[in-house]
């Protein structure tokens, strides 16, 4: 239990502590009529809500062996907000990690459409700061059927190997599908990220063709009405929306503005993206 004083957690009482105290012939006599203060312990681990579950286990796992099985305090605001046990976080983290595995997209093994809209409501509707960054490889149909879908798997694949690489662990990545992928940061600096996240992807990508087509830099496929045309090699394009100026009412109002600002990255040549 939480020794609370106005909402602020002054000390825990472990069952551990409590029975070490009370537990033994004279324990009871002892400690029944003062005050809970003298068998509380003032040493204990307090997490944020916020924090992320797995920062909250390795956080418990890295306590002393006495005291590795004890609740985690939770705060809000530095204020009392509840207790969770190990075994909560356990069953919790399982129960996430088969969730994800049921949704994730095959290829990558990224939460695929189901848990993106369950965090997209989430984020619209946080009343926190948010940036959902949307990425589209340029020129990937050209690629694909120049260079078959198991060479363009591999490009799906790297894609999502640099964006993980390079968004922090907080931030939530998903696969839409095909050469789509969205991330959600509760942060409105991304700037560096979108701007690293292009540098390697523009960097590794160029790996993945032949020599002559990188000397032309540029391929020659059928475009959709079945004419040939030359076309520049993959760039990517991020569109990436805030909550800074406009806040969206619906996942289908955000995606809607996303397309719109997709079609203005990719009318620059090669990599680019857009805030807003």
């Not at 009405?225 to 100026?245: D, M, Q, Y």
């Amino acid at each position: 239990m939480c020794i609370v004083e106005n909402d602020v957690v002054k000390g825990v009482v472990t069952r551990h502590a409590f029975y070490t105290k009370l537990g033994w012939r004279y324990g009871y006599s002892l400690y029944s009529s003062k005050a809970i203060s003298n068998i509380m312990s003032r040493d204990f681990l307090s997490v944020d809500y916020k924090m992320p579950i797995d920062m909250v286990i390795k956080l418990a796992m890295s306590r002393d062996e006495d005291t590795l099985y004890d609740h985690i305090t939770v705060v809000k605001d530095s204020k009392y907000y509840g207790i969770v046990t190990v075994k909560d976080l356990i069953e919790k983290t399982i129960e996430i990690e088969v969730d994800n595995a049921r949704h994730s997209n095959p290829l990558t093994g990224i939460p695929g459409n189901v848990i993106i809209e369950q965090n997209l409501e989430k984020c619209i509707f946080s009343n926190e700061n948010y940036c959902v960054m949307y990425f589209d490889i340029d020129n990937f149909k050209a690629y694909n059927d120049i260079y078959g879908f198991e060479s363009g798997d591999k490009v799906i694949k790297l894609l999502a190997k640099v964006i993980s690489h390079n968004m922090p662990k907080e931030n939530f990545i998903g696969h839409i599908g095909g050469d789509d992928f969205i991330a959600i940061s509760y942060s409105y600096n991304v700037e560096d990220i979108c701007s690293s996240i292009i540098k390697d992807f523009d960097m590794l990508s160029i790996e993945y063709y032949d020599k002559k087509d990188i000397e032309k830099g540029y391929i020659t496929a059928q475009n959709r009405h079945g004419v040939e045309e030359e076309f520049p090699l993959i760039s990517l394009s991020i569109a990436a929306l805030t909550n800074k100026r406009k806040e969206f009412r619906s996942v289908y109002a955000l995606a809607k503005e996303a397309s719109r600002l997709k079609r203005k990255c990719k009318q620059n040549t090669g990599s680019s993206y857009f805030i807003i």
